[in-house]
């Protein structure tokens, strides 16, 4: 099979975002006239893609192979350790893919295997992470260049730790590699263990200011996450309309998204999902979804020496967290008890016309989990980790 390189921009933070040229090509598929897709393999070090010459159709991409979640892990593990990270990180990041995957984040899954590995070998010599606790209960970690969820992972062990003896701390991560991860699967991980958690990360240049037609705010995600007596309440959205996941799968099933989720490289209103790269996606809720997305890439950004904007500042994604001791002011049981009530009337209002029922955010996620034995992969993403 052919190959051939055409110059890039290599945005390595993000699998499927911003690796693209003039002609709109990014990392993985890249859908040509006739319906089918062009396979992009890897951005080299000189900063240009290297394509498969390889049309496959829809179809195709739709079709899976079924792992059991044992083996999901052993592979993304096994692919890890081939490229360099070390062991320790490689059953993190195997462990976080994989939930993902049964919690239905696909996006977060092992869809993110090839990028993180991409990010990795971008990386010369990768440092040892450092945690500097600050005063007041704050506290940081230098990533060092090593992966972003090993990073945050160890960063929010160690606040977890701390948060039993005061109550609460502050804790925020940058200089990192590769994909920040879920934060919805950090905060249940935090909930599980009885914490409260508030996260946030800056993400690669994604969404159009309020108002303007350029692509320089990041997806930046927010997070707020609580243990209950149940499952884990769980509130994980991104501050644009809609996730690139959720983009990524209407480009894949050929399918239009509403008006207010994307537009053109003009500023024009577009239906068009494809436009979430040719042009911009858009804030949620418009000037309100991008007062929170500014604030998010100020937090992550010049608070922790992270990157800011398309490009006024240079530098990797950062992480902000706040956790808090679920027991902080009053009995975790009290707490609990008016939880259940509060979330039973919500269950129980009438519904709204044409409304097909009320859901607890976590809740569908947390069942899907517990009835997760196997994972199905797509044909085309088993074949891309098959050859890292």
Known sequence: MGRYCTPAAAWLGRYHRRL??????????????????????????SGSIVVRLSHVTLEHLMNTTRFSVSEGKQLAVSKLLKNGVPKADAIVIA???????????????????????????????????MLHPMLGGFCFLDGAQTTGIASVH????????QAKRSGAVVATASNYVGTTGSLGIYGAELAERGFISI???????????????????????????????????????STAAWSYGALREAMLAQKQVPLGVVQTINGQPSTDPNDADNGSQLPM???????????????????????AGKEAVAGSNGFFAVVIKSDVVREFDAVAQDVKKLFA??????????SEGV???????????KQCNEVNVANDLVTLISEL
């Not at 693209?20 to 070090?45: L, P």
């Not at 809720?285 to 992270?306: D, I, Q, S, T």
């Not at 859901?359 to 989990?369: T, Y």
């Open 20 to 45: 693209i040229n003039r002609k709109g090509v990014r990392r993985g598929y890249a859908k040509q006239k006739d319906t089918s897709y062009i396979e992009v393999d890897r951005i080299n070090r």
């Open 95 to 129: 462990s976080h893919l994989l939930r993902a995957e049964c919690r239905g984040y696909r996006a977060h899954g092992l869809r993110r295997l090839p990028a993180i590995v991409q990010a990795v070998k971008s990386v010369r010599t990768p440092g040892v992470r």
């Open 154 to 161: 160890e960063l929010l062990m160690h606040a977890s730790e």
């Open 199 to 237: 996260l946030t990360c800056s993400t690669a240049y994604a969404v159009a200011p309020h108002g303007t037609a350029s692509a320089i705010l990041g997806t930046n995600p927010i997070a707020i996450c609580v243990p209950t007596h149940n499952y884990p309440f769980v509130a994980d959205l």
């Open 285 to 307: 809720a418009g000037h309100k979804g991008y007062a929170l997305g500014l604030a998010v890439e100020l937090l992550c950004g010049p608070l922790l020496g992270g990157k």
């Open 345 to 354: 009337e919500i269950e129980q209002a009438p519904l709204a016309a044409k």
């Open 359 to 369: 859901r607890i955010p976590g809740k569908k996620a947390s069942d899907l989990e």
